[in-house]
Nanobody, 119 residues
Framework: QVQLVESGGGLVQAGGSLRPSCAAS????????MGWYRQAPGNQRELVAV???????NYADSVKDRFSISRDNAKNTVYLQMNSLKSEDTAVYYC?????????????WGQGTQVTVSS
């Protein structure tokens, strides 16, 4: 059974930092691209950051230079370091795992962790 369990969200003042993490089980973590997505009320879910199995990263323009994604394959965990937080970063943040094998996409989601930034 695949599980992605996020933790580390919370309430923070604008300008502050948070570092949510996502612990994975039931998958070969090192073979998956891992990502963070977010969804604010009334908005569609959007990509925040992704890190490939080889360590390459990609970020949404809105978080570049403020957020950093990293992974620890020994701990089956992906992190999102969020600095200089803004009120518009308020959302539920979801962890995502993707592997493509023989042309088939295998994708899993966590349950989400709430991040609230007060102005």
């Amino acid at each position: 059974q695949v599980q992605l369990v996020e933790s580390g969200g919370g309430l923070v003042q604008a300008g502050g930092s948070l570092r949510p993490s996502c612990a994975a089980s039931g998958i070969i973590f090192s073979m998956n691209a891992m990502g963070w997505y977010r969804q604010a009320p009334g908005n569609q879910r959007e990509l925040v950051a992704v890190i490939g199995s080889g360590g390459s990263t990609n970020y949404a323009d809105s978080v570049k230079d403020r957020f950093s994604i990293s992974r620890d394959n020994a701990k089956n965990t992906v992190y999102l370091q969020m600095n200089s937080l803004k009120s518009e970063d308020t959302a539920v943040y979801y962890c995502n795992a993707v592997k493509i094998r023989d042309g088939v996409k295998y994708e899993h989601w966590g349950q989400g962790t709430q991040v609230t930034v007060s102005s």
